[in-house]
């Protein structure tokens, strides 16, 4: 009798979640709140957190009162704090909140099973809107003074960065963007924090620190997108072709490239088939490096880059794959130097509480261990005290790629919780 209650208990468990985000999407339908959800769960499971993160997004980003709120929050002067009441206690944006969370005690998997390199993904930027959200929340908490519940928004947000990156690159670049937002928000209310909340907090960064890197995951989803799509269309170069879509910032190299690929598929089809098999060979081994790369700590990590193509091959592998992935791997890096920022910010405040406002005469003193070191150097943080009331913490940063086709200074971008660095 006990095994048959025990069964049909987990029967039952398992269908209200799906019963309820079959609730989710009709209404969704019924609300025209957005097409996203629709159009990629026309049967939802109610097992993938991923099914509550878009439809979460498609309410927040259909709501009146937060994109309102969105668009002027960082005006001056900035929307009094219960202009902001009113947006946190919006029914809609409740609920959107309520989605996200409920989408965090579930494993999160893409509803894209088979991505090619033209495979769009709309869903992915729209969590922007959903992460300032997030952001938000925790920022009326604070400022409401309550902190427990901002802390538990910020351990929140950030398991939602995590669990966003569930795909190539794209997603990786987004869960960067909404991670800072929430680090760099979270660093300015740590002066009104108590010693048991700094400690919470610290709990908070390192238990995010012990995740397995995404980036090993969102390479080989790279690599294994890219490769697909030479695959499917292996004797389709014309439709391969229409895959391939420069950005718009693309280098002359770049565009010669291409221009290589096309000349090669309009002149010579017939040697299009093995150029394909040589350039998916090399793909493999350029992604395998970086991905080995990866097992190198941030400090001594040299990224595998493409050379300028000299044949077809080439050509095709320099214009599907980006030259290098240092430059989404330095944000990463960013990404842990802020986290380690913010946990010795976190560390000097409950010091100074516990020692009549002293500041430590060094960052040994507050026992951080691996939460100290600046993930650029290898080395500790640099840390400067001006005073018993002030200091300074900054990471060293990543290297100065620069943009546009200007050449790399040489210098680096050093970061501190009030410094951002380009996306």
Request: include cysteine; proline fraction near 7%.
């Amino acid at each position: 009798m006990r095994t048959s209650r025990m069964v049909i208990a987990l029967l039952v468990g398992m269908a209200i979640p799906a019963a309820v985000t079959c609730v989710h999407v009709a209404s969704a339908r019924e609300r025209n709140l957005g097409p996203n959800f629709a159009t990629l769960f026309p049967k939802p499971t109610g097992h993938n957190g991923y099914e509550e993160f878009v439809l979460a997004s498609d309410i927040a980003t259909s709501n009146p009162a937060w994109q309102e709120m969105d668009r002027v929050m960082h005006d001056v002067p900035s929307p009094t704090l219960a202009a902001k009441r009113g947006v946190v206690s919006d029914p809609e944006v409740r609920r959107a909140l309520a989605l996200v969370r409920t989408g965090l005690g579930k494993p999160s998997q893409s509803p894209r099973k088979s991505p090619e390199l033209d495979t769009l993904v709309p869903d992915v930027s729209l969590f922007r809107s959903l992460g300032r959200l997030q952001s938000f929340e925790m920022c009326v908490n604070f400022e409401e003074g309550r902190n427990e519940e901002g802390l538990t928004c910020f351990r929140n947000a950030l398991r939602f960065g995590t669990q966003i990156q569930v795909g190539t690159i794209a997603s990786a670049v987004v869960a960067l963007y909404v991670d800072g937002i929430f680090i760099r928000q979270c660093a300015r209310y740590v002066d009104q924090l108590s010693a048991n909340d700094c400690k919470t907090l610290l709990r908070i960064v390192a238990n995010r620190l012990h995740l397995p890197d995404p980036q090993f995951a969102v390479i080989a989803a790279e690599r294994d997108m890219s490769i697909r799509t030479l695959l499917n269309h292996r004797l389709e170069a014309g439709l391969l072709l229409s895959k391939i879509v420069l950005p718009p910032n693309a280098s002359m190299e770049e565009k010669d490239a291409y221009a290589s690929v096309v000349r090669l598929v309009d002149t010579q089809p017939d040697r299009v088939p093995s150029v394909l098999d040589q350039a998916t060979q090399q793909l493999a081994e350029y992604y395998d490096a970086t991905i080995t790369a990866l097992h190198q700590p941030p400090w001594d990590r040299k990224y595998p880059e493409l050379q300028v193509p000299s044949t077809p091959a080439d050509g095709l592998v320099f214009a599907v794959a980006p030259r290098s992935y240092a430059r989404i791997g330095y944000r990463y890096t960013v990404e842990t130097a802020l986290l380690h920022l913010l946990a010795a910010r976190a560390a000097i405040r409950r010091f100074a509480l516990e020692h009549q406002a002293h500041l430590p005469a060094d960052l040994e003193a507050l026992h951080l261990g691996a939460l100290a070191l600046d993930p650029f150097t290898g080395t500790l943080l640099t840390y400067v005290r001006h005073d018993d009331l002030s200091c300074q913490i900054t990471s060293a940063g990543p290297p100065d790629l620069r943009r546009s086709g200007r050449a790399p200074t040489g210098n680096r971008v050093e970061i501190s919780l009030t410094t951002a660095y380009p996306p």
